[in-house]
């Protein structure tokens, strides 16, 4: 009988030190500062221009039948985020010119068919050069030359006459590493087959590119 008081006393000795005692584990903190989010950005250029600096890429004048030129677009991506896809389009077309008398004479004299209609190339003898122009553009690959294979194979992106690609959207697979770029080649013809038709007939418009993300 005596063990057991002994026994309870020593518990509640014990029980009476951890009410009133203090006693310390081992801890340790650590704080991430400084954080933050910012965002990448995407910015396409057109030959090393960008915004309100981008110049005409045609400016042609005098143009006759058997007339070809190539012209390069280079498109590069300037900033930190890659773009995925590039949608072109070619818009805002307006058209000028006067049938001149070689024009009328070979449409059998209808002067009447001269009206000019700045937005109808269709006005007959008007404007008939954007359907004489024949435009090809081709990616020319990794390389950024003509010719070449795998990775540096040249693919034709578009074909057709100037007409054919008025107003129309197209969409360029594959887009535009962070700081890389890719190079088009703009490839015109007017055939030897093409007349008076087209004599002191203007085509104006917009070429406009879109990287997306």
């Known amino acids: 009988m005596k063990k057991i008081i002994a026994s309870i006393s020593i518990i509640a000795a014990a029980g009476s030190l951890a009410a009133g005692g203090t006693f310390a584990l081992f801890s340790d903190s650590e704080s991430s500062t400084g954080n933050s989010f910012a965002a990448g950005t995407l910015n396409l250029t057109f030959n090393g221009q960008d915004g309100?600096?981008?110049?005409?890429?045609?400016?042609?004048t005098n143009l006759k039948p058997s007339d070809t030129g190539t012209?390069?677009?280079?498109?590069?991506?300037?900033?930190?985020?890659?773009?995925?896809?590039?949608?072109?389009?070619?818009?805002?077309a307006t058209f000028t010119g006067t049938c001149t008398e070689p024009e009328v004479n070979d449409d059998a004299g209808n002067a009447d068919d001269c009206a000019v209609v700045a937005?109808?190339?269709?006005?007959?003898?008007?404007?008939?050069?954007?359907?004489?122009?024949?435009?090809?553009?081709?990616?020319?690959?990794?390389?950024?030359?003509?010719?070449?294979?795998?990775?540096?194979?040249?693919?034709?992106?578009?074909?057709?006459t100037l007409s054919d690609l008025l107003g129309g959207g197209l969409t360029i697979s594959g887009g535009i590493a962070a700081s890389g770029s890719r190079t088009f080649s703009v490839d015109w013809?007017?055939?030897?087959?093409?007349?008076?038709?087209?004599?002191n007939d203007g085509v104006s418009f917009a070429l406009s590119f879109t990287l997306n993300q």
């Open 189 to 199: 013809s007017i055939a030897n087959t093409v007349g008076n038709e087209i004599q």
């Open 71 to 92: 012209t390069n677009i280079v498109l590069a991506n300037t900033g930190s985020v890659a773009g995925t896809s590039i949608t072109a389009s070619i818009s805002g």
């Open 52 to 60: 309100a600096a981008v110049t005409p890429l045609f400016s042609l």
């Open 119 to 160: 937005s109808d190339e269709d006005s007959d003898l008007t404007n008939e050069l954007d359907e004489s122009v024949a435009v090809s553009i081709t990616d020319l690959g990794a390389d950024a030359l003509p010719g070449g294979a795998g990775a540096d194979e040249d693919t034709v992106v578009a074909t057709g």
